[in-house]
């Protein structure tokens, strides 16, 4: 553990270094200017997250070269989590396929129990009839408006968190075309 933290250092640092000295090299010649200067720093302050990223995919590309696989995800209990769906005049029924996917894909993974879906609407209140009843039939997802959609769907959010999340330990907010699988929400949920 502590050679593979050191390696992944070390790459990181050769990379944003060499980035870094690559870059000093292309503008030196005619003088250092304002606009070269502020290059510079851009660079310096981004070169550590990509040498992070580089790092982290040769050590994975090296790792899967000599067969040494990810380990399985754990199948410890999950916190109670909310699945959280914005819409704001979105063609529901087209949301809920995905959706309802996840909700099949959970289930079958025996981890189904730990989550409750939600959909979130921020729609035109002319929507709400249809909205609520493509949700009605599918007892695993809650619908909800609210009176008035200040701050659209982020304040929808906001005000989940604020009037409905009790109870639940982690959320995941997925957008009107968000699709995943049961064993990516494993790794995407955040705590409330």
Not at 137 to 148: E, K, Q, T, W
Request: include cysteine.
């Amino acid at each position: 553990m502590l050679f593979r933290r050191s390696l992944t250092a070390a790459i990181a640092v050769a990379v944003a270094a060499g980035l870094l000295a690559l870059l000093v090299r292309v503008v030196a010649p005619g003088g250092w200017t304002l606009a070269k200067l502020l290059m510079l720093i851009g660079l310096a302050g981004q070169g550590p997250w990509v040498g992070l990223s580089v790092a982290n995919g040769t050590i994975g590309f090296l790792r899967l070269l000599r067969g040494l696989k990810p380990p399985p995800p754990s199948r410890d209990p999950l916190p109670p989590t909310a699945i959280v769906v914005t819409v704001r005049n979105e063609a529901l029924a087209a949301v809920l396929v995905p959706l309802r996917h996840l909700l099949d894909d959970l289930a079958a993974s025996g981890r189904g129990a730990a989550f409750a879906a939600f959909v979130l609407s921020d729609s035109d209140p002319g929507r709400e009839a249809a909205e609520c009843a493509a949700c009605a039939g599918d007892s695993r997802i809650a619908y909800r408006r609210r009176p008035g959609n200040g701050g659209f769907k982020a304040g929808n959010i906001m005000d989940f968190v604020d009037r409905d999340a009790a109870g639940f330990a982690l959320m995941l907010v997925l957008d009107a075309d968000s699709a995943m699988s049961a064993a990516a929400v494993g790794s995407a949920s955040c705590s409330i």
